[in-house]
């Protein structure tokens, strides 16, 4: 299976102070079809308006990853924990047996972010935290670990999943080995690349479960995730 996705058919909500794409179903928006791709579950690419946010919720059962492109997001959670995630941070929460969290922009300008959620390796984990922050040297033609469940340098989750992040010059290429039994997810940030002669330009996704090594070349400069993760 090799799938390209255009930009057009992720899911957009604008709800004033929430402007979000959701590439998987999520929330009110339901498709059978498009639940998960593996251990991706949730893949929102969100914009907040300042003094905007989400009040105390609960999560559980759930590794989330959020990854901050542009300003910044207040993170506030039941095991006491109160940071703030600013652009090029990534933060790591698993919600395991059950945990409580706010998300507000308390900044002066809009808050670009991904909020990425992967299904656990295994159930009842104690919930936890994390947060690192990576310079955009670390993923100039090259992929970048951003979290992995190996240690790979980026910030650890509990699951066999690894989330990539890349920035590419014009011409600049890279290859992505996947082996039996996992996925390829890419999603476009910005420009335009041409994986495998396919083209993908901001906003596509590329699916695909086949083995070998992906090629990626960037026809423009080009950023990108890519998350190879268990089927």
Do not use: C
Request: hydrophobic share 40%.
């Amino acid at each position: 299976m090799f799938q390209v996705l255009p930009a057009a058919v992720r899911h957009f909500s604008d709800y004033g102070w929430l402007k979000t794409y959701w590439l998987f179903s999520f929330s009110d928006y339901y498709d059978p079809q498009n639940v998960q791709f593996g251990s991706l579950r949730v893949f929102n690419d969100d914009v907040v308006l300042p003094g905007e946010g989400f009040p105390m919720h609960p999560h559980r059962e759930m590794e989330i990853v959020t990854i901050v492109l542009d300003g910044e997001i207040s993170h506030e959670d039941s095991l006491g924990n109160k940071s703030v995630i600013r652009a090029h941070d990534v933060q790591r929460m698993s919600a395991g047996t059950g945990i409580m969290h706010s998300e507000f922009n308390r900044a002066a300008a809009p808050v670009h972010f991904y909020q990425v959620w992967i299904t656990p390796g295994q159930r009842r984990l104690k919930p936890s935290y994390d947060q690192k922050t990576l310079e955009p040297s670390a993923w100039k033609n090259r992929l970048a670990t951003l979290a992995s469940g190996a240690d790979k340098g980026g910030i650890l989750i509990h699951s066999d999943t690894t989330i990539y992040r890349s920035f590419l010059d014009e011409n600049a290429k890279l290859s992505h080995s996947a082996h039996s039994g996992r996925g390829t997810f890419l999603y476009m940030m910005t420009g335009a690349l041409k994986v495998a002669g396919h083209v993908l330009r901001t906003g596509d996704q590329l699916r695909t479960d086949d083995e070998g090594d992906l090629s990626i070349l960037a026809t423009a400069p080009s950023e990108f995730i890519l998350i190879d993760v268990p089927l």
